[in-house]
């Protein structure tokens, strides 16, 4: 098949930078990326660069450069289906939060309507692939559904997981370390794996194209991000053991990173991981092991998460305890809300669930984000339930400005990575706290020996509080 319509289903942090990137290196492609909220698509489309829904180094200069010419967004998405000849599923996988596999389980409710509606909007041979990230063999159940409920249309399903780290989206599309493509080997599932593998190699060399079967995909994905999140939990578990034993955490991290069979790469000892991913695929990692059967390695994953929400904790706890077991009444001024630095993406930030258990202790915290927006913030608070959506604002202020969330603040707590921190006034800051003045460095960015001559009393995640 020619491929020179795609439709991309949902247009959010995978769809939308995505499709961009693919726009830009296909100009002989049409690809549309629809999605059913329309003040999303609404944003996408807008005018001005800086109110796209998703922020990204760079996304703004491809946006700008292919929308219009064959990169669009709309709400339309039965005429997108019945124009593409290939179909990107990229909607949203959360963890179910009803019914059996509760709290673990993906929930697969929009892919399944997706699957359905493009059974029922499709009038000609369609390629679908699954982007989102998905347990194992749902490929079967699209499939399933696509047959069962289609026009007697050909459907070939291939699974091809997005590896994009938010924040440099861009750069990893542009410049993968792999892209894998999962499909049937039947002669109709090979060659709908060679027309994705054409539309790749536009700019990705061939020898970086892995093709596999579906099942593999599916799940090299999971493990992927359950590996990658294993090392973060494991450099957190060694930065309690360095707080205790006098070791540096940054130290160990070098030592044991140099060695070429560890490798240097996510080996930061942090506050606890975030994002849509590390979480929710191994807790789907979890759930699919235990069901059949295999509770050892169920048991093993479920650790990587138990070790996640045990650093947020103890950061809290931690922040409590120094300040001579109260917080209460206590200006506490958070530097950062999103998970990582250069997204404004909030979902599973540690931020949230360390904002939430000093709130529980009374503090008044204060935050300021350089891009996540008032609303984000409180909307991340009041899905916790933990208290009504007004007691939430009179406890946690939203700033725009660094100086003035840490303006009689009795304490710092840098949650996220943003490079900015680093350059501020610190003196002016010091001069404007109450005494004495803590920081509780969350991700240990900021410089320890200018801190301590200003007079802060610091505290690095891993390394302890050092005078
Ligand atoms: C991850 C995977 O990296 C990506 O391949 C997949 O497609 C989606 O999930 P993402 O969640 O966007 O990407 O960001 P990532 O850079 O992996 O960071 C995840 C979390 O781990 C962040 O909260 C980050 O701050 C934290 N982290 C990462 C650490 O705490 N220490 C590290 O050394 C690395
Ligand atoms: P991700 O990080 O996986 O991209 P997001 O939540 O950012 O997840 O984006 C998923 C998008 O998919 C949302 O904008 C949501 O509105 C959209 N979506 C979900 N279901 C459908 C559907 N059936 N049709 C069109 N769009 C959908």
Same mark, same amino acid.
């Given at each position: 098949?020619?491929?020179?319509?795609?439709?991309?289903?949902?247009?959010?942090?995978?769809?939308?930078?995505?499709?961009?990137?693919?726009?830009?290196?296909?100009?002989?492609?049409?690809?549309?990326?629809?999605?059913?909220?329309?003040?999303?698509?609404?944003?996408?489309?807008?005018?001005?660069?800086?109110?796209?829904?998703?922020?990204?180094?760079?996304? !703004?200069?491809?946006?700008?450069?292919?929308?219009?010419?064959?990169?669009?967004?709309?709400?339309?998405?039965?005429?997108?289906?019945?124009?593409?000849?290939?179909?990107?599923?990229?909607?949203?996988?959360?963890?179910?939060?009803?019914?059996?596999?509760?709290?673990?389980?993906?929930?697969?409710?929009?892919?399944?309507?997706?699957?359905?509606?493009?059974?029922?909007?499709?009038?000609?041979?369609?390629?679908?692939?699954?982007?989102?990230?998905?347990?194992?063999?749902?490929?079967?159940?699209?499939?399933?559904?696509?047959?069962?409920?289609?026009?007697?249309?050909?459907?070939?399903?291939?699974?091809?997981?997005?590896?994009?780290?938010?924040?440099?989206?861009?750069?990893?599309?542009?410049?993968?370390?792999?892209?894998?493509?999962?499909? !049937?080997?039947?002669?109709?599932?090979?060659?709908?794996?060679?027309?994705?593998?054409?539309?790749?190699?536009?700019?990705?060399?061939?020898?970086?194209?892995?093709?596999?079967?579906?099942?593999?995909?599916?799940?090299?994905?999971?493990?992927?991000?359950?590996?990658?999140?294993?090392?973060?939990?494991?450099?957190?578990?060694?930065?309690?053991?360095?707080?205790?034993?006098?070791?540096?955490?940054?130290?160990?991290?070098?030592?044991?990173?140099?060695?070429?069979?560890?490798?240097?790469?996510?080996?930061?000892?942090?506050?606890?991981?975030?994002?849509?991913?590390?979480?929710?695929?191994?807790?789907?990692?979890?759930?699919?092991?235990?069901?059949?059967?295999?509770?050892?390695?169920?048991?093993?994953?479920?650790?990587?998460?138990?070790?996640?929400?045990?650093?947020?904790?103890?950061?809290?706890?931690?922040?409590?305890?120094?300040?001579?077991?109260?917080?209460?009444?206590?200006?506490?001024?958070?530097?950062?809300?999103?998970?990582?630095?250069?997204?404004?993406?909030?979902?599973?930030?540690?931020?949230?669930?360390?904002?939430?258990?000093?709130?529980?202790?009374?503090?008044? /915290?204060?935050?300021? !984000?350089?891009?996540?927006?008032?609303?984000?913030?409180?909307?991340?608070?009041?899905?916790?339930?933990?208290?009504?959506?007004?007691?939430?604002?009179?406890?946690?202020?939203?700033?725009?400005?660094?100086?003035?969330?840490?303006?009689?603040?009795?304490?710092?707590? /840098?949650?996220?990575?943003? !490079?900015?921190?680093?350059?501020?006034?610190?003196?002016?800051?010091?001069?404007?706290?109450?005494?004495?003045?803590?920081?509780?460095?969350?991700?240990?960015?900021?410089?320890?020996?200018?801190?301590?001559?200003?007079?802060?009393?610091?505290?690095?995640?891993?390394?302890?509080?050092?005078?």
């Amino acid at each position: 098949m020619n491929i020179k319509n795609i439709c991309c289903i949902g247009a959010g942090y995978v769809g939308g930078p995505t499709m961009a990137v693919i726009a830009k290196k296909c100009p002989h492609i049409k690809v549309t990326v629809v999605d059913v909220n329309k003040d999303r698509i609404a944003a996408w489309n807008h005018e001005d660069l800086s109110k796209l829904p998703v922020f990204e180094p760079e996304l !703004d200069t491809i946006v700008q450069e292919a929308r219009g010419r064959n990169l669009f967004f709309s709400t339309d998405v039965d005429k997108a289906i019945d124009e593409a000849e290939m179909i990107f599923i990229s909607v949203n996988t959360p963890t179910k939060t009803y019914g059996k596999g509760k709290g673990m389980a993906a929930d697969l409710k929009y892919i399944e309507l997706c699957a359905r509606q493009i059974a029922r909007v499709s009038k000609t041979n369609k390629i679908v692939v699954e982007k989102s990230t998905l347990p194992v063999r749902t490929a079967s159940a699209i499939k399933n559904i696509l047959d069962h409920t289609g026009n007697g249309v050909q459907f070939q399903i291939l699974s091809n997981p997005e590896f994009l780290a938010e924040g440099t989206a861009v750069s990893d599309l542009l410049n993968p370390d792999r892209v894998l493509i999962g499909g !049937d080997t039947t002669p109709e599932g090979t060659k709908a794996v060679n027309d994705l593998v054409e539309i790749y190699g536009n700019w990705v060399p061939k020898a970086q194209i892995l093709t596999t079967n579906v099942w593999s995909s599916e799940l090299s994905k999971l493990a992927a991000n359950a590996f990658l999140a294993q090392r973060v939990s494991s450099i957190n578990a060694l930065s309690e053991l360095c707080e205790q034993t006098g070791a540096d955490v940054n130290e160990v991290a070098k030592a044991i990173g140099m060695d070429s069979r560890i490798g240097p790469k996510f080996l930061k000892a942090s506050v606890g991981f975030g994002g849509s991913c590390f979480q929710k695929d191994i807790l789907n990692l979890v759930y699919i092991a235990r069901t059949y059967g295999l509770d050892e390695v169920s048991n093993y994953w479920e650790q990587v998460i138990i070790m996640n929400n045990h650093q947020k904790q103890r950061f809290s706890d931690n922040i409590v305890s120094t300040l001579y077991n109260t917080v209460s009444g206590k200006k506490i001024a958070f530097l950062g809300w999103a998970f990582k630095k250069d997204t404004n993406d909030t979902r599973e930030s540690a931020a949230i669930n360390i904002a939430d258990n000093l709130l529980n202790e009374q503090a008044a /915290v204060s935050v300021y !984000d350089p891009k996540v927006v008032e609303e984000r913030i409180y909307a991340d608070l009041d899905y916790l339930n933990s208290r009504d959506s007004e007691e939430n604002r009179k406890l946690l202020k939203v700033e725009n400005d660094p100086y003035e969330t840490c303006n009689k603040a009795h304490a710092i707590a /840098v949650l996220t990575e943003w !490079d900015e921190f680093v350059t501020y006034d610190w003196e002016r800051i010091y001069d404007n706290m109450e005494k004495p003045a803590f920081i509780f460095d969350g991700r240990g960015v900021l410089n320890r020996e200018l801190l301590n001559s200003i007079g802060f009393v610091y505290y690095n995640i891993g390394s302890g509080i050092i005078e």
